[in-house]
């Protein structure tokens, strides 16, 4: 009983993990962002800087007409942003944010991740096939294409920490997490992140869902709640790119004073400013840039720390 | 074995949550939202005007090149993982220091092949 107990409370706490830290990311979002642009971003909604805009939407998607077009495939069309959303609640059950504070502790957490991960881009794939509109289908198979050139470089970047650390337990990985690894796993944390990032779709990689080009993409047909889930999802997403960056680049709870959770909240959300800036710096990559850059950028980068990770650890361990 | 399974039940049991989340939002959204259908709202939606043909219209896939480069290269990268967790222990080192460079040249090899046939470049 004592163990259904604790899983129940992981679950809980994961869940409120998924349903606050996006709406935070967002708010962050649209503050960060409407200062860097000298504006102000919302300031009526809640009182205090607009703090409460997003749940205002919330409450406004909750209550808008489902209109789902008459040449859309009605089933598929309805299950994409599940598909799309899931996935990343199920992926932050592997990530530690403490000592001893994970949901569940795979062997093959960081194989469990991937794999997981890549689950949610096929839900952008099947809202894009399913709309029966030109443009969601072109941003369907931009996306496809997205996720198959970048899924490689993420893919070897995160194998080089599992090399480093020698396991592929997250929380094994952040227990042997040593300063020095950041200089080390420099070039495959940077190429991790944008890998991560452009399997998001996010700028400067959102050719699939260019909103001034093909109107959003795979999202052009969707209003309402179900447009809000796929939102929902790309801002979880967002966190769980920045969780598993800091996870497995940047050490985790590690950090002076500090208690370890602390330390993981303010890794997360400095990534997620990250993320921020970035869209507000960088023009959006053409198609043909947006592959070139995977194949013949950060493949290669990808593979140079594989051999600086390999050599070091054999020669120094 | 009991720990191993229970782990992944707890995994299970979360997926069970997010189906729960996402089948709440829509219900919530089915007791609350209007409905009043029209023809012009089922209409698909390319930019204000009629929709021109069909929805499902032919375009040239360019991708496909990738899709193949990336079956090849991520089926390789599958087989690192195991890897990766023993390479460096003690009576490896070098010998796998060795099969990695082997296993880098092939993957490298293959980029610049795909270079070279300029499959990489748009036109």
Redesign the interface.
Known sequence: MPEVLDAAVRLLAILAVFLVLPLVAGQMEHKAMAHMQARLGPMYAGGFHGWAQLIADGVKFMQKEDVIPAAADRRVFGLAPAVALVPYLVVMVVIPVGPGLVGADLDAGLFFVLAVMGIGVLGSIMAGWSSGNKYSLMGGMRSAAQLMSYELPLVLAASSVAMAAGTLSLPGIVEAWQWWWLPWQAIGGVVFFMAGLAELRRPPFDMPIAESEIIMGPMTEYTGIRFALFMLSEYAGIIVLSALTSVLFLGGWHGPLLPGPVWMLIKVFALVFVVIWVRVSYPRLREDQLQKLAWAGLVPLALVQLALTGVVKVLAG | MDE?F??????A???A???A??GG??F???M??????T?E???????GVD?VG????Q?Q?R?YV??Y??VV??VD??F??PW??????PGF??T??VE??VF?GF??LG?LY??RKRV???T
């Open positions: 191993y229970g782990s992944y039940a707890v995994v049991a979360l997926f949550v997010g189906l989340v996402v939002a829509l919530a959204n089915r609350l939202r209007p409905s009043r259908p023809a709202k089922l209409t698909t939606y390319e930019c929709p069909d929805g499902w219209a375009s896939v991708y990738f899709t480069l990336y290269f991520a990268a599958v690192l993982f990766a967790t023993i390479f460096a222990d080192g070098m796998t220091l990695m460079f880098l993957i490298a980029i795909a270079w990489l470049a748009w």
